[in-house]
């Protein structure tokens, strides 16, 4: 893409109302921008991220087993009632009247809706284990929205519910869930800790946030070393095999969010060399909530004794937009984003030092055809603006790497490379640079 023919509308100054990292960021790089409280337009280069990211948790989803569907965003407040949620949600939940006076709400989430689905097509327990995702707009009337896309009220959320015969069955969806979180949120160069968690306005016993540690997280936490430096599954993960293993090795390590901290238990069981305390960002959360919605709305199965038994479920979500936030606040410095490359809007900025000279000119045109023709996704910047700015603005939005070009390089056949998560430069031969980004 040549930024000459790209809507890339980055602001010099810090807008006032941006309390946090991420969300001046955002506003300056162009990613979003603000047309209500809680409420953004996603931009070009917001969007390219927000589809990488939201292309990651459907890959992971899928490996897993997750079937994917898309509900609606408005939905009949029957269903709600059905289930005892539509008093008991509370004022953050969106309510509206059709032409026809019927009740309507804008979803916060979709367990009922879901369930509802579900009720009206599985009747037998040969057709379980089953799990349905869909990636949504959602609307949650917050009564302090801030720090940006961190806490809005329209956001884009993954949620997956699954269906079960009985506990065992849905503690095996669960760690499915578990192991697929921690390799989703791995594969965007995020490091996240699962720890113990309320269950809220979802309901049920057993829950963990999945939460991604950083300087200017929302909330404390406390956790055993051990935890960060664990690695995460492998892509040779076999979901359909026994994935207990893998979540016990974790759940013994004490981590816990500051609602549930118990810090006698922390003292107690993690040595004192070992004990972390840091703030930290959830970006998603995974629950079972047993019958808490199969109950009310009877969505039963027939199982194999012909009995008619009420489904196990669980809920498992991740904060597709909340994570662009969530991956600025722990992946920046001084000068602006510094993306992960599996997340990144661009892979590849090429900066043009001199548009208009022949020279520069036809070496930036080779470079652009041929990273392209390698699949490579570049940001040309073709434009007339001095140096300065161009660095400035490539540094701001974060892409990875920097191809600068410029006729003091060029007369010794040469270019420079920046890698933007270090700063790290070097100058090398325009056809080295070539095969480099492009494998040939």
Same mark, same amino acid.
């Given at each position: 893409?040549?930024?000459?023919?790209?809507?890339?509308?980055?602001?010099?100054?810090?807008?006032?109302?941006?309390?946090?990292?991420?969300?001046?960021?955002?506003?300056?790089?162009?990613?979003?921008?603000?047309?209500?409280?809680?409420?953004?337009?996603?931009?070009?280069?917001?969007?390219?991220?927000?589809?990488?990211?939201?292309?990651?948790?459907?890959?992971?989803?899928?490996?897993?087993?997750?079937?994917?569907?898309?509900?609606?965003?408005?939905?009949?407040?029957?269903?709600?009632?059905?289930?005892?949620?539509?008093?008991?949600?509370?004022?953050?939940?969106?309510?509206?009247?059709?032409?026809?006076?019927?009740?309507?709400?804008?979803?916060?989430?979709?367990?009922?809706?879901?369930?509802?689905?579900?009720?009206?097509?599985?009747?037998?327990?040969?057709?379980?284990?089953?799990?349905?995702?869909?990636?949504?707009?959602?609307?949650?009337?917050?009564?302090?929205?801030?720090?940006?896309?961190?806490?809005?009220?329209?956001?884009?959320?993954?949620?997956?519910?699954?269906?079960?015969?009985?506990?065992?069955?849905?503690?095996?969806?669960?760690?499915?869930?578990?192991?697929?979180?921690?390799?989703?949120?791995?594969?965007?160069?995020?490091?996240?800790?699962?720890?113990?968690?309320?269950?809220?306005?979802?309901?049920?016993?057993?829950?963990?946030?999945?939460?991604?540690?950083?300087?200017?997280?929302?909330?404390?936490?406390?956790?055993?070393?051990?935890?960060?430096?664990?690695?995460? /599954?492998?892509?040779?993960?076999? %979901? =359909?095999?026994? @994935?207990?293993?893998?979540? !016990?090795?974790?759940? #013994?390590?004490? +981590? $816990?969010?500051?609602?549930?901290?118990?810090?006698?238990?922390?003292?107690?069981?993690?040595?004192?060399?070992?004990?972390?305390?840091?703030?930290?960002?959830?970006?998603?959360?995974?629950?079972?909530?047993?019958?808490?919605?199969?109950?009310?709305?009877?969505?039963?199965?027939?199982?194999?004794?012909?009995?008619?038994?009420?489904?196990?479920?669980?809920?498992?979500?991740?904060?597709?937009?909340?994570?662009?936030?969530?991956?600025?606040?722990?992946?920046?410095?001084?000068?602006?984003?510094?993306? /992960?490359?599996?997340?990144?809007? %661009? =892979?590849?900025? @090429?900066?043009?030092?001199? !548009?208009?000279?022949? #020279?520069?000119? +036809? $070496?930036?045109?080779?470079?652009?055809?041929?990273?392209?023709?390698?699949?490579?996704?570049?940001?040309?910047?073709?434009?007339?603006?001095?140096?300065?700015?161009?660095?400035?603005?490539?540094?701001?939005?974060?892409?990875?790497?920097?191809?600068?070009?410029?006729?003091?390089?060029?007369?010794?056949?040469?270019?420079?490379?920046?890698?933007?998560?270090?700063?790290?430069?070097?100058?090398?031969?325009?056809?080295?640079?070539?095969?480099?980004?492009?494998?040939?």
């Amino acid at each position: 893409m040549r930024l000459s023919r790209f809507f890339l509308p980055v602001l010099k100054e810090t807008p006032a109302e941006a309390q946090i990292v991420s969300h001046r960021l955002m506003l300056r790089a162009g990613l979003v921008r603000q047309e209500a409280a809680g409420i953004y337009a996603w931009l070009p280069l917001g969007i390219r991220v927000l589809q990488k990211i939201e292309q990651i948790v459907r890959e992971e989803m899928n490996r897993a087993g997750a079937i994917e569907i898309l509900m609606p965003t408005l939905q009949p407040s029957e269903l709600w009632k059905e289930t005892g949620r539509y008093d008991a949600y509370g004022p953050e939940m969106l309510r509206i009247k059709d032409r026809h006076d019927r009740e309507m709400l804008y979803g916060p989430t979709n367990e009922d809706m879901v369930t509802d689905i579900f009720r009206s097509y599985v009747r037998s327990y040969k057709s379980l284990p089953l799990n349905l995702y869909h990636i949504q707009w959602k609307f949650r009337d917050e009564v302090r929205p801030r720090f940006g896309v961190m806490r809005g009220r329209e956001f884009l959320m993954k949620d997956a519910y699954s269906f079960d015969l009985d506990k065992e069955g849905a503690r095996r969806s669960y760690n499915k869930m578990y192991v697929a979180y921690l390799r989703t949120f791995a594969r965007m160069g995020l490091k996240t800790i699962p720890m113990r968690a309320e269950t809220g306005p979802i309901g049920g016993d057993l829950s963990h946030e999945f939460i991604v540690l950083a300087e200017t997280g929302e909330s404390q936490v406390f956790l055993h070393q051990d935890l960060i430096d664990m690695p995460v /599954p492998g892509e040779d993960v076999d %979901f =359909d095999s026994d @994935l207990s293993p893998i979540v !016990a090795e974790r759940t #013994a390590l004490y +981590a $816990a969010t500051s609602d549930v901290h118990d810090q006698v238990r922390f003292e107690a069981e993690v040595p004192e060399n070992k004990r972390v305390t840091a703030r930290g960002i959830e970006v998603g959360q995974v629950f079972y909530f047993g019958s808490k919605y199969s109950m009310p709305m009877k969505a039963v199965v027939t199982g194999p004794d012909g009995k008619d038994v009420p489904v196990e479920g669980g809920s498992y979500g991740i904060g597709v937009s909340r994570l662009v936030g969530a991956i600025i606040e722990a992946s920046h410095d001084d000068a602006g984003i510094v993306w /992960p490359a599996p997340v990144a809007p %661009f =892979d590849i900025a @090429l900066i043009n030092l001199k !548009a208009g000279d022949a #020279a520069t000119d +036809a $070496a930036c045109d080779k470079l652009y055809a041929a990273l392209t023709r390698a699949g490579r996704d570049v940001l040309y910047d073709d434009t007339n603006e001095r140096p300065g700015a161009k660095f400035a603005t490539m540094d701001l939005i974060g892409i990875p790497v920097q191809i600068v070009v410029g006729p003091r390089g060029l007369a010794n056949g040469a270019v420079e490379v920046k890698t933007r998560a270090t700063g790290a430069k070097e100058e090398i031969n325009l056809d080295a640079a070539l095969n480099r980004f492009t494998g040939s």
